[in-house]
């Protein structure tokens, strides 16, 4: 489908639960009442994001400047801290 048409504006449930991930991290980043006018601003511009083609989470989060969090993989050394098979426990 060509970028523009009705469903490329369409936002379903999933997407606007991300919207508000997005908008509440802004927020809370950003120390925006989540009631205020600016918000409201703030909001707008989110969803035109989404209503331009962009709905990857880490995408958004970098738009916004946003740290993006990632779970640490199982096993994997944690930076900082050495590691050794013979470690107190």
Do not use: K
Not at 28 to 54: C, H, L, P, W, Y
């Amino acid at each position: 489908m060509a970028p523009g048409t009705f469903h490329d504006a369409f936002l379903g449930p999933s997407d606007l639960a991300l919207a508000q991930r997005i908008l509440d991290r802004i927020c809370t980043d950003r120390s925006i009442d989540i009631g205020s006018r600016e918000a409201g601003e703030v909001a707008a511009n989110v969803i035109q994001q989404f209503q331009r083609g962009t709905r990857d989470e880490e995408r958004l989060m970098m738009l916004y400047g946003l740290t993006v969090w990632r779970p640490r993989r199982r096993g994997a050394p944690v930076r900082g801290i050495a590691q050794s098979r013979h470690a107190v426990r």
